[in-house]
């Protein structure tokens, strides 16, 4: 059931006097479910509970965090057909995506269960003494990584599992032994309160401290700040727009102990044709790039924004079959009226700029908050003056840019702010013949793709999603798979500390068994 | 021969107008150098060339970098006594302090070559493609860590070779692949220049790209915030005051694209006192305080500047024998009129806050620049509701803080600000019984101390040197030791890159042999 109320740590509350429902795009209607956004003592009640939990969850071993996080995913699942019924109503997304989501979730919370279980992830590191070295003795010193204390997750518009309530920031600090706070996304509230449902149970199956979790409504944005500004919270987990994440970095940067802020926010995902790619592929390119523009009504963060090549038939051929093959693709329906309608905003700025062509329109009648794709053109040296055309616009539409040459190619990559991926289409010899093109492009991106799509990122250590500044706040870290933990911790060294006082993953006898760097040799072994 | 210039990459320039000197705190003099302040322009033309030395630097090997970093080295080492001459005239430290920190620097700087020769710092992780896998198939992930471009590293007064010019930010930022433009400290203009020197011929002789080393004069601050907020530059090493610190993190926050900033700020280090040590050695460690505590005339961010205890006849003992050795040891002289002058008046302000009562003041006459010790002492109570005893008083001066009862203790601990370093004095048995002072301390500090002193800081892999706002303002690195390097690179995924174009570090055959996480396995072996 949907009681509408939040959670502060463990118990329902609905104190605060503002109440909003949450939206159906199909029916476009608003749903029957009405939430009761957390007032500022509420919101103050989570941050303490959740800082007295932090004193008592920090020291709870691996393998308890470990069998909390599996209850966790086994409450999610236990949540059954109500979760994807709630969730399809709540996005107008298909069932099937919300059950490949549900299990991409569950899939990183049994991920970082492991991860936490084995123990290994604190980077133990060890230097014994040398008592007798000249001219001063050498101390003994064991360094680990400590969790930093309560986090604020943001629930994201466009991942209502993944990456909100139970999602890839809650999952990896809760792994770390951080609490947490979810500011709840107000266009999934239903769905986020359902999500919470599971995780309290969890803390009470799993004899978890009170406060580890609490849950909190918002339709406005000063939930978010009061959580941001609260001395108490120590780090910030936020997917979403730019304006949104950096308004919460400058928030985090201004308080008297300033905080990390850990935002994934647009990219435009520049797509590198080269013209050999294009020589013989230019079809096969296109039907494909046809489908990962609009999949998804074009509501993923890896959406391809931005298509580059250099003027040549090919380009004209690949251009041709895109803009046939994405009118025909039936239009599908976004988030959320606000979504749609900045969408419709945003594309018809776009298509006023100078020197942009409509080459796609779907133009035909669409249902209520359904989005027309749509491709535009532009060539190389309009696009490189006017960064207004770097800008993205969410929903399912790109942009051609066609350069004259190869040197326009590298300067209009140079000149792109900081991206989640850059695709690269060429044949294999081509790689090393554009070796510029390929360099300028690393230099703005988290992941490189060869001859593929930047939709679909697998969750897995090897992935990166994150990149240079706008892409993320902090380029040095990732939203995905086992590394996103480190967002959470700092290092902490014992110098001398007594070996029975240590933390187990720093005694000398190594009770966790795990591999840990003792005088620069990595080792499983006791001391 | 000190020309007084800067190093825009390889060539000396003093274009600017503004000009200044070095002084001696021994002989209370200016120096006979002259000092050529960098102009806007010059700031400008080091950052534009640190950006094009970067495209070609990034892509140097491991191997190239470290012979690099070892010739650096051995250029310290032949400037020979003139570098200790200068340095000691700049400082008014004795020349074992100078050849102390000499040695420490070029070690710093071999064990990065040995890092980045040996090459598994780069955190190479592999997923190989599963093509076959249901509903959709595995792509190929490898993700290894990059350099993040050029670095502006600011001189630190108390370190002029160990945290300045070729220090541990230099050190770790080229060694990760970044270029480093270095603000010199103003009062050792002259041994950053000698250094920079050095550094400059290195890079000649093992054909670095010029620019990957710039060094700028600056009396004031204008030099600094001009590289700060320059859009070439990626990240900023400092080590110094909050203010300072601080002032850098706002204006890098404010960015159009912020950039990270490392700054290690103040500390004061407390230290505690459990009963049982002072009723068995109370007078055996105020010896030995007395000397931490006038370490290098208490210019060491580990400066021990709190002493906490529990109201007791062994707490008595030991402030009486600590009162009394530290008023027998010869006051030695500051950096710097100016750093002197601020270590008065701080001094004089603590002394004037309620409740605060001095115990031990040299009072007897001093040569010039020469800092009067001091211990002040005053009770838990007036300690806790007053935020100004928290501060730092940089210089030989520490506050003995009386606490009534444990609970106190506790209270005063977790009501200070984040710290580098916290030490506690106790029996084995004691730290089991004061668990809660343990944990109340632990979440404060980067560096847990036993029975030892805070100053004295071990170049090795486990240490940590950094620790929450404002010891650092970012507690997730450290300054010291070769982890220093995470603060300068981001990590970079290849999807389905071809083998032959990927780096070195993530092709099949492993051919710098390095160990790597594969499939979640760590292995040294070719895939």
């Not at 992941?447 to 380029?475: K, W």
Request: charged share 20%; glycine share 10%.
């Amino acid at each position: 059931m949907i009681t509408g109320k939040n959670y502060i740590g463990n118990a329902l509350s609905a104190k605060g006097s503002k109440e909003f429902r949450t939206f159906d795009p199909l029916l476009n209607l608003e749903t029957e479910w009405t939430f009761y956004e957390a007032s500022e003592a509420e919101v103050k009640q989570a941050v303490d509970l959740s800082w007295d939990a932090f004193s008592k969850y920090q020291e709870i071993s691996g393998s308890r965090k470990a069998g909390f996080l599996r209850e966790i995913a086994h409450q999610i699942e236990a949540l059954d057909d109500h979760l994807i019924q709630v969730y399809c109503r709540e996005t107008g997304l298909p069932q099937g995506r919300a059950k490949g989501e549900r299990g991409r979730t569950c899939f990183q919370l049994r991920t970082f269960a492991n991860l936490v279980e084995e123990g290994s992830w604190v980077n133990a590191t060890i230097d014994t003494a040398e008592p007798n070295r000249d001219p001063i003795p050498k101390p003994d010193l064991r360094k680990m990584s400590v969790p930093i204390g309560p986090i604020a997750v943001f629930g994201a518009s466009n991942f209502p599992l993944a990456y909100s309530t139970a999602g890839g920031d809650t999952a990896s600090a809760l792994a770390s032994g951080c609490p947490v706070v979810v500011k709840s996304h107000p266009m999934h509230a239903g769905t986020g309160e359902l999500i919470a449902s599971a995780i309290i149970k969890a803390v009470e199956k799993t004899g978890m401290p009170n406060g580890v979790f609490s849950n909190l409504n918002s339709s406005g944005i000063e939930v978010g700040q009061q959580l941001v500004n609260h001395p108490k919270i120590k780090g910030v987990g936020f997917t979403g727009s730019i304006q949104g994440g950096r308004a919460l970095f400058d928030m985090a940067s201004r308080r008297e102990e300033p905080i990390p802020v850990f935002a994934e926010m647009g990219s435009i995902n520049p797509v590198v044709f080269l013209p050999g790619a294009l020589r013989t592929r230019a079809n096969e390119w296109a039907k494909t790039y046809a489908g990962s523009i609009t999949l998804g009504t074009g509501q993923f963060c890896t959406n391809p924004g931005l298509l580059l090549g250099i003027k040549s038939d090919g380009l004209n051929e690949f251009v041709q079959t895109l803009s046939d093959e994405i009118v025909q693709i039936e239009p599908s329906s976004m988030l959320h009226p606000n979504i749609i309608s900045k969408y419709r905003d945003n594309k018809k700025g776009m298509v006023g700029e100078p020197g942009v062509n409509v080459v796609a329109d779907y133009t035909t009648e669409v249902a209520e908050n359904h989005a027309r794709q749509a491709i535009v053109k532009v060539a190389g040296a309009s696009f490189i003056k006017n960064p207004k055309l770097h800008q993205e616009v969410f929903g399912p539409f790109s942009m051609v840019v066609e350069c004259a040459h190869e040197e326009e190619l590298i300067q209009a990559i140079a000149g792109l702010e900081g991206q989640l991926t850059g695709t690269v289409i060429a044949g294999q010899k081509e790689l090393v013949e554009h070796q510029a093109v390929i360099n300028a492009l690393q230099n703005r991106v988290g992941r490189l793709i060869f001859n593929g799509v930047p939709t679909g990122v697998e969750v897995c250590p090897a992935m990166q999603h994150g990149g240079p500044y706008p892409a993320s706040t902090d380029s040095r870290f990732g939203a995905v798979g086992i590394h996103a933990i480190e967002r959470w911790v700092r290092p902490i060294s014992y110098q001398n500390w007594p070996n029975v006082s240590l933390p187990d993953a720093l005694k000398d006898e190594n009770p966790l068994g795990i591999p840990r760097l003792v005088n620069n040799q990595v080792t499983s072994e006791p001391i």
